[in-house]
């Protein structure tokens, strides 16, 4: 079976431009969701590059256990906490009392988030380097 980790690379990349094409748009909510998805699929190509399996969306989890084969910077372990607030409640109005998340969603988180997944596509392209 061919080795996909370049597909899922290339994805999170396309993912990081979908966040700041939704930061421009001022889809905060979205811009914030796709910045998740774009470090999730980066750490998910790090796993395929080195044949391990990779489960789940918990990208606190999934960076844990990128430290048995490499080290992990307390930056990227931060970011990934925060990135991984944005990956239910910014698209599922039942992450708030009331309103939808377009209505909670800021353009500071949603710049913060585009920069924690620069960051962590940053890391994990030198990991498939």
């Known amino acids: 079976m061919a080795n996909r980790y370049l597909d899922w690379y290339r994805q999170a990349e396309a993912d990081l431009n979908h966040a700041r094409h939704a930061l421009k748009d001022g889809d905060y909510d979205w811009s914030c969701f796709a910045a998740q998805q774009a470090a999730e699929k980066a750490i998910k190509a790090v796993f395929q ?50 309103g939808a998340p377009t209505d909670f969603y800021t353009r500071e988180e949603s710049q913060n988030a585009i920069r924690i997944a620069e960051d962590i596509l940053e890391f994990c392209h030198h990991q498939i380097d």
């Open 49 to 98: 590059k080195r044949s391990m399996e990779a489960w789940g969306h918990t990208l606190t989890v999934l960076v844990g256990n990128l430290q048995s084969v490499t080290e992990v910077p307390d930056s990227i372990i931060r970011g990934a906490r925060i990135l991984d607030k944005h990956y239910i409640p910014s698209r599922y109005p039942n992450g708030f009392d009331s």
